[in-house]
């Protein structure tokens, strides 16, 4: 039932709004009975309710669908739209208003443990996918949850970590994704981190909450902060934090406090109370369809679409009835999510002993134990089970012991009994089709050459089991691709160094060079690259053409990508087209190239067809730290388009011609930079001939040794025909100071 939030805001007092923006109990907001204000009833999350009365106990069965590490493997906006209506139709069943999540958060290290809960290591990827689950979520009427925001990349000393990073990477990276899918869904609420960015925590992070959130996105939605993310509520309050959760002792009442002693302005609390307000009437007055628990099938279309083939030799699919040794724990009992805040408990679980049984003659043989510690008697058991077998599928991944939501990973691998598996399967004489089941990428180079073929299956959901038993005989095709990079190792990952810190304190040293980024600019070999996958049939690129319109000036650049694609297989299949733009030289060092558009096609054999991939002006921008904005620089940019991010047969230029940006010199721009700076430093020569007769020059090797240096400083030593006098006053009429 609806009500008018101007009558609440004028008729509540000072208690009552300070209780709303405090949250009651572990999932429900606060209500004011009196004034017919209800509460909303919050619940985790990002691939399936999790809906319970206390926090640590069982959840009430619903859809598990594959976690975000899978899901974004779809690559596939229209299925995450779809598994945001089915969200929204169980939440409606179970009495739900707002969904906490997706979960957008950058793929920074592999060693993350929160990785599963993660789309990419790009924020494009990230950003577009959770639009299009925030906007199935609010299409039927129940609130999205874009979190954690910001910068929550690690869970060592989550809690109150200070993640260091320089602007620019914030927005070009870390933030972009944020942006994107504010910007595009529009979320009901948006969820703050628990760590420090740049020392301040996220919960009283004014910068982030107010004039980024708010004031560049002009977003109006609700900001929750994570489960008891909140150091001092006033603080956060002022920052810009609307609702403290779960309910915390005292909490409301120092708020009330707060505002009678003067510490807290009434206004500052009223603006909160006004959006948590607007946003119980959004709820309270949504038009929902009837709530329905149960989407196996589309969870096991989910998990199709999330399975990324890596190798195949030719082993896959299986023939029909083939003599199947299958061999692994995770075959028998599935891992099929993460462990942590997103748990579901799921309505049905299905098994890839059964549903492979049901195609294949099976052999089973768990191989090894999921403890991790190594068994001769399992490996020789796994040996005698493939003995009579045409095949080896061996079901092999992180248990979840060795990832989840609360630590990091310290290693890529997986455990060593597996490992000592892997190798003793491989010189059995039959092919190896290795499975994985995992949240986060692994290390697969010292091993994948004794496979037949590889299926990275990540963790799957409920249904993960039936889809890989249809992918493994050929009934589905595998159709996702990888949306990180994974590495031959560890330590060539750009982050190796700095994760996760010490001291308090993580230093995000390889700024927006992260994943595939940072492998392209110290030219890394890689395992698998991003964006890679395969599939049972094959496709050609031919004849990329771009088409524009508008311009950089009038900001409504377009530019339509056109690629020629045939299926040149004898099966129907996906294939992801890619497009990236490789930037043009520019005033700071940028990546090599960057993904700026995909969309996902299908196929029949031997059929045709034109696919149009648009971008807009933020395809060619890039940060500018000195102008406090994004911009574009004039140049030659190559557009390309193929596979994945290392496989790119088709490229066309455009060239972008662009003013020249405003001056951003100052008192402490360096000799280089006012050399860059053609017009202000021809301004400046002018005042040294007129009272010198002589311009400002340096022979090579002296600009080599000074170019660092501050001008107004080099200026200030006698002697030289330049004053300070003279670079205060070009920095009056074209720079700014400091």
């Known amino acids: 039932m609806a009500f008018d939030v101007d009558h609440v805001l004028a008729e509540a007092t000072t208690e009552e709004l300070a209780a709303l923006v405090c949250g009651s109990g572990s999932w429900h907001t606060t209500g004011i009975p009196r004034l017919g204000v209800p509460p909303l009833r919050l619940a985790d999350g990002p691939h399936g309710l999790r809906v319970t009365e206390q926090l640590l106990t069982q959840a009430v069965p619903a859809t598990c669908f594959p976690t975000a590490a899978g899901l974004g493997s779809s690559w596939n906006p229209a299925l995450l739209k779809r598994v945001g209506e089915a969200l929204a139709h169980e939440a409606i069943a179970l009495g739900v208003d707002v969904v906490l999540g997706p979960g957008l ?59 260091v990073v320089a602007e620019r990477t914030l927005r070009e990276i870390y933030l972009a994704g944020f942006q994107r899918a504010v910007t595009a869904a529009a979320p009901w609420m948006v969820m703050c981190s628990y760590n420090r960015v740049n020392g301040t925590l996220a919960s009283q992070n004014s910068w982030l909450l107010t004039d980024v959130l708010r004031g560049d996105w002009d977003y109006s939605g609700v900001v929750v902060s994570d489960w008891g993310a909140v150091y001092d509520r006033i603080a956060a309050l002022i920052a810009g934090l609307d609702l403290e959760m779960p309910q ?30 607007a946003l119980t009437d959004k709820a309270a007055s949504a038009v929902r369809p009837a709530g329905k628990i149960g989407h196996h099938d589309l969870a096991r279309q989910a998990a199709l679409e999330s399975m990324v083939l890596l190798r195949n030799d030719g082993v896959l699919p299986l023939a029909p009835q083939a003599k199947v040794a299958l061999i692994g724990a995770f075959a028998a009992t599935p891992r099929y999510q993460g462990s942590g805040s997103s748990k579901v408990n799921p309505r049905e679980l299905d098994r890839l002993l059964d549903t492979l049984s049901a195609r294949c003659d099976v052999t089973y043989a768990p191989g090894f134990r999921l403890s991790g ?20 599928v061996a079901c092999l991944g992180l248990p979840d012991a060795e990832e989840a939501e609360g630590f990091d990973r310290t290693h890529m691998r997986i455990p060593e009994n597996q490992r000592a598996l892997v190798a003793s399967l491989s010189e059995a004489g039959k092919p190896v089709v290795v499975v994985l089941s995992n949240g986060a990428a692994v290390e697969v180079a010292d091993w994948v050459e004794e496979t037949s ?113 045939t299926n040149t297989g004898e099966r129907a299949g996906a294939e992801v087209v890619q497009v990236y733009v490789r930037n043009a ?24 067809r034109t696919v149009i991939v648009g971008l807009g002006i933020d395809a060619f921008a890039f940060w500018s730290t000195p102008h406090e904005r994004f911009v574009v620089e004039s140049g030659v940019y190559a557009i390309e388009a193929g596979p994945h991010s290392r496989d790119l047969p ?27 700076d053609t017009e202000a430093m021809e301004a400046l020569q002018a005042r040294a001939v007129a009272r010198t007769g002589e311009r400002f020059a340096l022979s090579e090797q002296m600009y080599t040794v000074v170019a660092g240096q501050p001008l107004r400083r080099f200026a200030m030593f006698p002697g030289g025909v330049l004053t300070a006098e003279d670079v205060d006053a070009v920095l009056a009429e074209y720079g700014r100071s400091v």
């Open 585 to 608: 030289p520019a005033s700071v060092s940028r990546p090599v190239r960057e993904l700026r558009g995909y969309t996902k096609v299908w196929l029949e054999p031997g059929e045709t």
């Open 248 to 277: 915390a002792q005292g909490r409301a009442e120092a708020v009330a406090a707060a505002v009678e002693a003067g510490e807290l302005s009434r206004e500052v609390l009223e603006v909160a109370a006004e959006r948590l307000l």
């Open 453 to 565: 073929a590889l299926l990275e299956a990540w963790l799957g959901g409920e249904a993960g089991a039936l889809a890989l038993a249809q992918v493994l005989t050929g009934e589905a095709e595998p159709s996702g691709r990888l949306t990180e990079t994974l590495g031959l190792r560890l330590e060539d990952y750009p982050s190796a160094l700095m994760f996760p810190g010490e001291s308090g304190q993580v230093m995000y040293g390889e700024g927006v060079l992260v994943g595939y980024r940072g492998f392209d600019a110290l030219e890394r070999e890689v395992a698998f690259p991003f964006g890679f996958g395969l599939g049972y049939t094959t496709f050609r690129y031919d004849s990329l053409t771009l088409t524009d319109t508008g311009s950089v000036v009038t900001r409504d650049l377009r530019v339509a990508v056109s690629v020629t694609l």
């Open 650 to 676: 088709l490229s066309g230029g455009l060239r972008l011609d662009v003013p020249r940006l405003p001056s951003a010199l100052h008192d402490e721009s360096t000799i280089a930079e006012w050399f860059a």
């Open 373 to 392: 510690e190594l068994d001769d008697d399992l490996i020789d058991e796994a040996l005698l089970a493939a003995e009579d077998a045409e095949v080896i």
């Open 105 to 163: 958060n950058i793929k920074r290290s592999p060693l993350c443990g929160r990785n599963f809960e993660y789309f990419s290591e790009d924020p494009l990827l990230s950003g577009t996918l959770s639009a299009a689950l925030v906007y199935g979520l609010q299409s039927n009427g129940v609130g999205g949850c874009l979190k954690h925001f910001a910068v929550n990349n690690q869970e060592t000393d989550r809690m109150r970590v200070d993640a």
